[in-house]
């Protein structure tokens, strides 16, 4: 389990233990509306069988402009026709090399930039075709850690203002109060001292700044999340202190991972299935076991041998293969 951090762990404020700096700003807020905060419909249906979040020939493009004008020359295809199935409480591992489509794959399933065509539904819905307001409510269900914690938090907010912000703008929290007890609870279970709330992300290490982005993440209580890369910019050590904090959230909450990650080392720990990825599309798909210890294709076998370890690493039972070899054509 993850180590709590929390000098005066379970002290309510007031208790004696000094506010942190920037804390205040809370008490200044206005109060919200007397309405009751707006409940989001239930897109997590426990009735239904079908799987959580469905993907299915999803195609992303980007157009390559030319000319004083920007005229569309031709079109770059990042992910082509890829379909997979997500169920609750599970993790998919989506692997492979630099530049494969992955975290493009990421962020048109939750609509951070446009789909050319396919289809993703989350628990039968169409998200594809919610309206703008549909889309605010859905984004309480799905949420997503990015690679570069440093980029992806405001440099000019303090951490108790990045853990307050979503909880205001779904309005979660009546007052001033809830928000500051709920921005607690999120940075005790991701091991953040209360006394640190008042500093700003450049003040944390890289280690910290991921777990304000988890806590972050987990501020809406989300039924998937997003993890793109969320190791990668981490020493070992930090790595798998992450890694442990994800698994604990993921029994604890029940929630889904798409997790997203070049390493096949950090995959085989946490996910449950893996899907790899070369050149935008899914060249190979199974159980974690399967695909660990029987890759395939040659690819597969490459991202195996490229992971460090000694004998009972999943590239010592395997040959390094001679060469990358063809995409195989479905």
């Known amino acids: 389990m993850t180590a709590i951090f929390d000098p005066h762990p379970g002290l309510p404020l007031g208790s004696g233990q000094p506010e942190p700096a920037g804390v205040h700003w809370l008490t200044q807020m206005p109060a919200p509306a007397a309405t009751a905060p707006i409940s989001p419909p ?65 962020r048109a399933i939750l609509r951070l930039i446009p789909a050319t065509s396919g289809h993703v539904r989350f628990s039968g819905r169409d998200v594809m075709a ?51 007890r709920r921005v607690r609870e999120l940075m005790d279970r991701c091991g953040l001292p209360w006394s640190s709330a008042g500093r700003y992300p450049h003040e944390f290490s890289g280690g ?75 060249v190979e798909s199974g159980p974690r076991d399967q695909v660990l210890l029987h890759p395939q294709i040659p690819y597969t076998q490459d991202l195996l041998a490229a992971v460090p370890g000694g004998r009972n690493s999943p590239s010592a039972r395997l040959p390094k293969s001679s060469a990358i070899g063809p995409i195989p054509v479905s």
């Open 208 to 282: 910290q700044k991921q777990r304000i982005a988890i806590a972050r993440a987990l501020a809406l209580e989300p039924s998937l999340i997003v993890c793109d890369e969320p190791t990668s910019a981490l020493d070992v050590s930090i790595q798998a202190q992450i890694i442990n904090l994800l698994m604990d959230l993921q029994a604890e909450r029940k929630l889904s991972y798409l997790f997203i990650s070049h390493d096949m080392g950090v995959v085989s720990h946490i996910c449950s299935r893996i899907a790899v990825m070369r050149q935008g599309r899914i």
């Open 42 to 106: 239930d897109f997590t249906g426990t009735t239904s069988p079908e799987p959580l979040l469905q993907v299915h020939d999803l195609i992303v493009e980007f157009p390559i402009r030319s000319g004083p004008l920007g005229f569309t020359k031709s079109r770059i295809s990042a992910v082509d026709r890829i379909s997979f199935e997500l169920s609750a409480g599970e993790t998919l591992g989506l692997v492979g090399e630099s530049g494969s489509g992955k975290t493009t794959v990421g």
């Open 130 to 180: 919610m309206t703008h307001s549909q889309l605010r409510l859905w984004r309480r269900q799905a949420q997503i850690i990015f690679q570069d914690p440093g980029g992806s938090l405001n440099p000019r907010m303090r951490v108790i203002e990045i853990l307050a912000e979503p909880l205001r703008i779904h309005g979660i929290c009546r007052s001033a109060g809830d928000i500051t």
